[in-house]
């Protein structure tokens, strides 16, 4: 008859009622030893990836800001540019030509709506800039005669040894049959200067200083 005070049998040895974990990784050292080995492994591998994992994170929030972030743009940072929308710039000066034809009055209150002046033409380079722009359309320019007397818009001199005119211009003509003289000055289509009636219907350029 098997004794009371024993339970089982390992190899062909009784173990006492007493057995214990600690006791039972006695009988197995080998495989005690590959567990703990593989545990702590196990909680090596894992602290590893934490830090990797918590590198990447910091690492994309600092290249990447948020979609919101990239939403607010502050108006100090979008480029400078020296003539609105629809403008051109040459030689300091920002040059708007209108695709409407009016009269010349009409056209000296809406160039100075868009805070410029008709085109006052100062020199043989903006002659021939002003000559491209127009693109061969007749078109007015910051000239009026006034008090018999041929004036700028702007106050500026008007110098006979600087003027363009067509041969035989200004010559006040009254073929028109319209009420009062040729007063303001037209761009023809060569280039020349011609006087006109003021209620007469053409395009325009505008003049302003860039950055303005």
Not at 8 to 27: D, H, L, N, Y
Not at 120 to 147: C, F, H, P, R
Request: charged residues 20%; negative net charge.
């Amino acid at each position: 008859m098997p004794d009371c005070d024993k339970v089982c049998i390992v190899s062909g040895e009784a173990v006492p009622k007493t057995f214990s974990v600690s006791r039972m990784f006695q009988w197995f050292p080998t495989v005690s030893s590959r567990i703990q080995c593989a545990l702590s492994a196990l909680c090596v591998g894992l602290l590893i990836l934490n830090i990797i994992v918590t590198v990447s994170i910091r690492k994309n929030n600092v290249q990447c800001p948020s979609q919101e972030q990239k939403n607010i743009i502050s108006v100090t940072d979008l480029p400078h540019t020296p003539c609105p929308e629809d403008w051109s710039i040459f030689a300091g000066s920002c040059y708007y030509f209108s695709n409407v034809a009016v009269t010349w009055e009409e056209a000296k209150h809406a160039c100075q709506k868009r805070s410029s002046n008709l085109i006052v033409i100062n020199s043989k380079t903006e002659q021939d800039y002003a000559i491209k722009v127009s693109m061969g359309q007749y078109t007015w320019i910051g000239l009026t005669e006034i008090d018999e007397e041929w004036k700028w818009v702007d106050g500026t001199p008007y110098n006979l040894r600087q003027t363009y005119w067509k041969e035989g211009q200004p010559n006040n003509w009254s073929g028109h049959q319209l009420p009062g003289g040729e007063d303001c000055a037209q761009l023809q289509l060569g280039g020349q200067w011609n006087d006109e009636h003021c209620s007469q219907r053409w395009r325009y350029i505008c003049e302003k200083k860039a950055g303005v």
